[in-house]
């Protein structure tokens, strides 16, 4: 895991929907750094993958679930960010959390970087994974 260093910002309370790799390494740097995390997984297995450290909330539900987002604690978080496997669901999330509670960062997850660049277009902070790893991988062949 890598090292955790101390995160200065605003945010304390992190609902984090999608508990693979990347979500259970970032639940774990947030709790290391002492916020408040709660992960969401539609499957329990999935949690698995947090260190015994780990002192945040595992919840399983899907996080298109307005129900399920208030019983993590949606309405207190100060970001959301969804990182499940599926586009759609993860944008759908997005704009619950953004437009539903209101939270103040919601960032979400996008593979397909033409649907990210739609999904910015109407307000959803995304990152796709795809764009940033063929342009890491463009720059390095580039260097020789």
Do not use: W
């Not at 984090?16 to 639940?27: D, E, Q, S």
């Not at 450290?53 to 298109?64: K, P």
């Not at 100060?78 to 997005?94: C, E, S, Y």
């Amino acid at each position: 895991m890598p090292r955790t260093e101390t995160v200065k910002s605003n945010i304390k309370n992190i609902v984090i929907m999608g508990c693979g790799r990347v979500g259970a390494t970032l639940a774990a740097l947030f709790d290391a750094a002492g916020h408040k995390v709660t992960v969401l997984d539609i499957d329990a297995y999935s949690f698995r993958r947090l260190p015994p450290s780990f002192s945040g909330t595992a919840l399983i539900g899907n996080g298109t679930d307005e129900e399920i987002l208030r019983k993590a604690g949606i309405a207190e978080a100060d970001a959301f960010i969804a990182l499940t496997q599926g586009d759609n669901r993860n944008v759908m999330a997005a704009q619950i959390a953004q437009q539903i509670f209101k939270v103040p960062r919601v960032i979400c997850r996008i593979y397909d970087p033409l649907r990210k660049d739609i999904y910015e277009q109407l307000g959803i902070e995304a990152i796709s994974p795809t764009e940033i790893f063929a342009d890491i991988l463009f720059k390095r062949l580039e260097k020789q």
